[in-house]
């Protein structure tokens, strides 16, 4: 009995240690603010209010925001992992050009995993999701009168449309690699829905793959989805290269 209290004793002690730590809750708001700038700071080159070439330093970010230096820091080095933003010696940092070979070996692999999920869609093993399949049916094979014109609701749905068949098809370690990809493609990829034309061949690919992975045709999906994303990548590239080249122009350095 008496070990047992002394135990007891010992782990109310260290459960007391850890609730009084006083540094856990500063590093827990250190850590938010630093993904908040990060957020902020990749909204800003996906938008190109920050465009390849800018330069800038942490000062003028941390006043532009109302942060300390510490969170614009650590929100810069994250970035500059990522290949948008590199450190110049003794002046501050400048916004890299977008890296499309990268994007190009990610959408390779983005269209590896997302094929090899369509084909096992296909099989009708007890482990694929039907009801998720079902609910893409609900948003995507709608009459054209009943699509949606909210193109940045589209542009959810399409991210949604892709992720969703990865993950009915049942591997959750696919899932996460995916999940990955697609977290690094959507700073560009969000562009494909800034035009009308590219929502309604949006539904009307889509469409057909879904119709061809319900009917279990695998050879047929996987054509049509890399057919698909081929044609997204190309039109999200040239989007690119126009909206880098007006944000120049509005900022004076063409």
């Not at 970010?61 to 300390?68: A, E, K, N, P, T």
């Not at 999920?117 to 998720?132: E, K, M, W, Y």
């Not at 690699?177 to 034309?197: A, C, K, N, S, Y």
Request: with cysteine; hydrophobic share 40%; charged share 30%.
């Amino acid at each position: 009995m008496k070990g047992r209290n002394a135990a007891e004793q010992g782990e109310g002690r260290a459960a007391g240690t850890r609730r009084r730590d006083p540094a856990a809750p500063a590093l827990a708001e250190r850590r938010s603010r630093a993904a908040d700038v990060y957020a902020l700071l990749k909204r800003d080159i996906a938008d190109f209010r920050l465009v390849p070439g800018d330069r800038f330093t942490e000062g003028e970010i941390s006043d532009r925001l109302g942060v300390s230096r510490t969170p614009v820091r650590q929100a810069l080095f994250r970035l500059q992992q990522e290949g948008y933003v590199e450190v110049l010696f003794r002046a501050g940092w400048r916004v890299l050009p977008f890296d499309f070979k990268q994007f190009e070996q990610l959408y390779d692999l983005r269209l590896v995993l997302e094929s090899e999920a369509v084909r096992r869609l296909c099989t009708g093993s007890p482990r694929i999701d039907r009801g998720a399949l079902d609910g893409l049916a609900d948003i995507w094979l709608v009459a054209a009168a009943d699509r949606c014109q909210d193109m940045a609701q589209v542009g959810l749905w399409d991210e949604a449309f892709h992720c969703t068949l990865v993950r009915a098809a049942g591997n959750d370690e696919m899932t996460r690699v995916h999940g990955e990809i697609t977290e690094r493609i959507r700073i560009i990829r969000r562009l494909d829905f800034t035009q009308r034309p590219r929502v309604e061949a949006t539904y009307d690919e889509h469409a057909r793959i879904l119709r061809a992975v319900l009917a279990q045709r695998a050879d047929e999906a996987c054509r049509l989805l890399s057919a698909h994303i081929a044609s997204s990548q190309a039109e999200v590239r040239k989007i690119t290269l126009h909206e880098v080249y007006l944000a120049r122009q509005a900022h004076g350095m063409a």
